[in-house]
C-alpha cells in the first residue's frame, strides 16, 4: 500500500511538477508581500506579460515541432514600427492588415528555409534575428516611432481598453491560449506536430508532410508576434525600434519553463501559460520586496533554473541523473 501510495504521490509530481513549483513561489511571495495578491496587482501582472504570453503560445508551436525560433524578438520590433508608421499614412484599419501580412511574410520565409530546405532552425532563426533587425532599422530610418493624433485614434483599444472590467491585453491573451490550445490538442493538425517533433521520419513514413507542418508552426509564431507587436504598438502609441530586443530568450525560457522539450514532441498551451505567468510574478515578488533590479535579473534566472530542475528531477524520480 506505502508503495502505491508512493508510486501515485511520484507520478503526480511527474506530471504537474511546474504546477506545484508554481503554487510554491506563489505562497512564498503572497507571506512576503501582502500587496502580492491582490486583484490589482493580479491584473497589473498579467497584463504586463500578455505580450510576452502571446509570442510564447506561437513558439510554443515550433518548440514541439523541433525547432527553435530565436527571431521572434526582432520580428516583434518589426511589426510594432510598422503598424505605428502605417497608422498615420493608411490609417489603422489598413494599417493593422498589412502590417500582419508582412509579418507573415517575415514568418514564411523562415519557414520555408528550415521546412523545405531542412536548413538548421538555429541558425536560421538567429540569422534572421540580425536581418530582421536591419530591416526595421532600414523601414524606420534609425529613428522611433510615434502616432501623431494619439487622442483621436480608435487603435489605444488593443493595448489601453478593456472589456467588463478586465484589460483588453489579457483577454487577448486568454482568447488565443484557448483557441491554440483547442488546436494543438484536439485536431489532427496538432497531432502532426506532436508526430513532427517526436519522430520527424517516422511522422515522414507515416504519410505526414514534415515540410508543410513546420512552415505553418512558422507562421503560426509569426502570426502571434504580429498579435504581439499590435498590442505594444497600442499600448503606448508610439515605440522605439529595438523594443523586442532580447524578449526570444525570455519567450523561449517561458516554453521551455512551461515543460515543452527542446527535442521537441511534448509541450502543451496550459503549460506554456503557466512557464509565463512564473516569469511575471517572480519579477512582481521581486519588485515588491525592493530589490534592485540587477539583483531581480540574477535571481529571477536561479529560480527559473531551480524550477526547471525541480520539474525534471520530478519526472525522473531523482534529483540527479542516473548518469552523474
Known amino acids: 500500500m506505502a508503495t502505491l501510495t508512493k508510486q501515485k504521490i511520484g507520478g503526480i509530481l511527474a506530471r504537474q511538477g511546474i504546477l506545484i513549483a508554481f503554487a510554491i513561489f506563489m505562497i512564498a511571495f503572497t507571506l512576503a508581500s501582502a500587496k502580492f495578491l491582490s486583484v490589482d496587482n493580479v491584473f497589473s501582472v498579467v497584463r504586463s506579460s500578455a505580450i510576452l504570453g502571446v509570442m510564447a503560445l506561437g513558439v510554443t508551436f515550433v518548440v514541439i515541432s523541433g525547432n527553435l525560433d530565436l527571431s521572434v524578438g526582432s520580428m516583434m520590433s518589426f511589426s510594432t514600427i510598422v503598424v505605428l508608421d502605417l497608422h498615420d499614412k493608411i490609417g489603422p484599419a489598413l494599417a493593422i492588415p498589412a502590417m500582419f501580412a508582412m509579418t507573415l511574410c517575415l514568418g514564411a520565409i523562415i519557414g520555408f528555409l528550415v521546412g523545405y530546405l531542412r536548413l538548421n532552425s538555429l541558425i536560421v532563426t ?26 483621436g485614434t480608435w487603435f489605444s483599444v488593443f493595448g489601453q481598453g478593456s472589456a467588463l472590467g478586465i484589460p483588453v491585453p ?28 517526436g519522430n520527424g521520419t517516422a511522422a515522414t513514413f507515416s504519410g505526414i508532410r514534415r515540410a508543410r507542418i513546420v512552415f505553418q508552426c512558422y507562421l503560426i509564431s509569426s502570426a502571434c508576434v504580429a498579435t504581439a507587436g499590435l498590442i505594444q504598438a497600442s499600448r503606448s502609441l508610439g515605440s522605439q525600434n529595438t523594443v523586442g530586443q532580447g524578449l526570444e530568450l525570455e519567450v523561449l525560457a517561458a516554453v521551455i519553463l512551461g515543460g515543452a522539450s527542446l527535442l521537441g514532441g511534448s509541450g502543451t498551451i496550459f503549460k506554456t501559460v503557466i512557464g509565463v505567468l512564473i516569469l511575471g510574478f517572480i519579477q512582481n515578488g521581486l519588485l515588491l520586496l525592493g530589490l534592485q533590479f540587477y539583483v531581480q535579473f540574477v535571481v529571477t534566472w536561479v529560480i527559473i ?10 519526472k525522473r524520480g531523482k534529483l540527479l541523473s542516473p548518469i552523474a
Open 170 to 197: 489579457i483577454l487577448i491573451f486568454v482568447g488565443l491560449a484557448a483557441f491554440l490550445g483547442v488546436v494543438l490538442a484536439r485536431t489532427p493538425f496538432g497531432r502532426k506536430v506532436y508526430a513532427v517533433g
Open 305 to 314: 533554473i531551480l524550477a526547471v530542475w525541480l520539474d525534471i528531477a520530478a
Open 126 to 151: 538567429l540569422g534572421m534575428l540580425s536581418a530582421i533587425h536591419g530591416l526595421t532599422l532600414t523601414y524606420s530610418g534609425g529613428q522611433n516611432m510615434d502616432i501623431a493624433d494619439k487622442e
